[in-house]
T-cell receptor, first 114, second 117 residues
């Protein structure tokens, strides 16, 4: 059974700092890994999708890496801004799982202070 | 409209009421999902529909009844709910090949905030 862990559970940084969020998973046989952002009481916004054959994806100030062999992914946020404050979730789609069934981590709640 | 939409955005219902949540996707996807998100808990997958067929019922109580009339619409019918069912209910959609070899992003709707009194 796939298990996804996100560390830390919460993170508070001053504006402008670069930061890294971590996601680890126990079963490396995956189709893809997806990073989401969720604002309080809102739905999830897809940030980056990394296919199993890829090592990283970049979008603006965000960079996500994937190391399947070690079961890890990181989300790097450069030059953080107060608007980046949200909960960040990673989700893993495992091979052999029921079609479409992703496993989500508990999330990391990020606060960027002005 | 584009993306995934959900109605209503907020719902307050008594334990004896019957209501329905609606989800619609305008992305041409063939898989749709219902998730439950309770306070301080991770996302819980409730139901998955691929090509309009239900492929997952994650031990969800029968007071929740999904319906997928076509690949663009998904409903969650609610009846005789309990206060612990109060949560944010999220709908998502994605695109899949039959064999699952190709995988794509999941797109989420804004959610319905449900309060059971």
């Amino acid at each position: 059974k796939q298990e996804v862990t996100q560390i830390p559970a919460a993170l508070s940084v001053p504006e402008g700092e670069n930061l890294v969020l971590n996601c680890s998973f126990t079963d490396s046989a995956i189709y893809n890994l997806q990073w989401f952002r969720q604002d309080p009481g809102k739905g999830l916004t897809s940030l980056l999708l990394i296919q199993s054959s890829q090592r990283e994806q970049t979008s603006g100030r965000l960079n996500a890496s994937l190391d399947k062999s070690s079961g890890r992914s990181t989300l790097y946020i450069a030059a953080s801004q107060p608007g980046d404050s949200a909960t960040y979730l990673c989700a893993v789609l495992t091979r052999g799982a029921l079609l479409g069934k992703s496993t989500f981590g508990d999330g990391t709640t990020l606060t960027v202070k002005p | 409209e584009t993306g995934v939409t959900q109605t209503p955005r907020h719902l307050v219902m008594g334990m004896t009421n019957k209501k329905s949540l609606k989800c619609e996707q305008h992305l041409g996807h063939n898989a749709m999902y219902w998730y439950k998100q309770s306070a301080k808990k991770p996302l819980e997958l409730m139901f998955v529909y691929n090509f309009k067929e239900q492929t997952e019922n994650n031990s969800v109580p029968s007071r929740f009844s999904p319906e997928c009339p076509n690949s663009s619409h998904l409903f969650l019918h609610l009846h005789t709910l309990q206060p612990e069912d109060s949560a944010l209910y999220l709908c998502a959609s994605s695109r899949f090949s039959r064999g699952g070899e190709l995988s794509y992003e999941q797109y989420f709707g804004p959610g319905t905030r449900l309060t059971v009194t």
